[in-house]
């Protein structure tokens, strides 16, 4: 059975039963293809003199995928559609969103449209540079955005969960997405306190402190 037959089915059946593990299982198996994509895209930019980091494309990829599985449960009672085309319809918009987050004005007459993308440029820093700046303490914030990207990496699924955060969906709101229920009721409680310590733990091992100012020259803080 391909790829897409397979996935439709398991889709399908979500769409009326909305169970929450059936979610994470389809979005679990969209991993590969994600990371293969993100990878893709990644390149892409990169031919283009374009940096655009791979966590970027792949946490914007998932977010869409969650909302292609929405949109085709919530449309397909109305009309006769294909999940795979909407699917790839709203992969392509979120690549065209990705790129928008580093496209800026210009007042540059060599670049098009008036548009650059000099926020993803590549920085070339040679050895020598890099010395000379080492005895500068460097400030090592890092975006709250960043950290769920690079969380992503590691637990794709709780990464899912507190990117919808960073969009702006409450707590109570991303479990309900997450898991499809209705109410936030004590078991979605529990598993979303258990998704905070994972992060918790995680944040631990790899030196980010939820403080604005840190005396470690190796932390990084957010």
Known sequence: ??????????????????????????????????????????????????????????STYLLATWKAIEDYRLEKK???????????YRLAIAEKDVWRLYKKSSNNKNDKNGITYDAGRWQSLDPGFIESQSSVEIDS????????????????LDGFFFSLLVEGFTCSEAAKIMFSEKDYHPLVRKRVERMKNRLKKYLLQEKYFINPVTNSKKSQHI
Do not use: H
């Open 78 to 88: 109305k009309k006769e559609l294909k999940f795979k085309n909407l699917f790839l």
């Open 141 to 156: 914030t890092i975006d709250l955005k960043e950290m769920v990207c690079n969380y992503q990496k590691q637990e794709p």
């Open 1 to 58: 059975m391909s790829f897409w037959i397979s996935i439709t089915e398991r889709v399908d059946l979500y769409a009326i039963e909305q169970n929450g593990e059936l979610l994470e299982a389809i979005l679990r198996d969209f991993f590969p293809y994600l990371k293969k994509s993100a990878k893709n895209a990644q390149i892409s930019a990169e031919k283009l003199g374009v940096y655009i980091p791979f966590e970027d494309f792949y």
